[in-house]
């Protein structure tokens, strides 16, 4: 096979890949990219629980519950009482570790609104816009550990351009099984436009064995 033969095949499969699953999870849980302090806080929700040991899906309909209660921002999280927190999990069945994660949520919403008055914005100047920075400071809110902060950087990439490009251990692992390059810079060069829902999409790959089959052999 050509180079360009190569890259063709690569586009091709990049463009089927997108068409099946170019959804990012914060899509998914109703979250509009922005760079404004509630769509932040919803991602850093999202990401403190799709980090879990537990089903994206689950993670995706417990943040829609949680954001549906109430806490679709830091004030309002911390407005909700734990019962309320467990509830709303339950009700998107995250029920394994609803009461921990109710509990962490709280303390997240205290430090969002303590250290950065409730708007994450006030985290990147914080960091300097440096992504190891960025995530470092993550790590400081309970329940997000390097996954979760690795999460939350893939999900906000094409809203603060500055931690381009984010396709983690997961989304390589994806871009490996469909044939692809796996280094974050190749990758990059082959997202057409936004590079967030490319590595979703790549998650997703590496998730779901039929995807990347029908995508490696479509």
């Not at 463009?15 to 922005?34: F, V």
């Not at 992504?131 to 094409?158: H, M, S, W």
């Amino acid at each position: 096979m050509t180079g360009t033969t190569a890259r063709t095949e690569q586009h091709r499969r990049v463009q089927l890949l997108l068409s099946e699953a170019g959804d990012t999870y914060a899509a998914d849980a109703g979250i509009k990219p922005a760079d404004k302090p509630a769509p932040l806080w919803q991602l850093l929700v999202l990401s403190n629980l799709v980090s879990a040991r537990i089903r994206a899906a689950v993670a995706v309909e417990g943040a829609r519950e949680l954001f549906a209660a109430g806490g679709r921002t830091p004030h309002g999280m911390a407005e909700l009482t734990w019962q309320q927190r467990v509830d709303a999990l339950g009700r998107g069945h995250y029920v394994r570790y609803d009461e921990g994660t109710a509990t962490r949520l709280g303390a997240c919403a205290d430090l969002a609104r303590d250290r950065y008055h409730g708007d994450l914005r006030n985290l990147a100047r914080e960091a300097g816009e440096q992504r190891d920075r960025v995530e470092d400071l993550l790590t400081e809110f309970p329940g997000i550990g390097p996954t979760g902060a690795r999460i939350f950087c893939r999900e906000a990439q094409d809203v603060w351009p500055f931690l381009r490009p984010v396709f983690d251990a997961k989304a390589q692992e994806g871009a490996a099984r469909i044939g692809l390059p796996t280094a974050p810079e190749r990758l990059a060069e082959l997202a057409d436009g936004d590079l967030a829902p490319f590595a979703a999409a790549l998650v997703r790959a590496a998730l779901d064995r039929d995807l990347a089959e029908r995508v490696a052999g479509g």
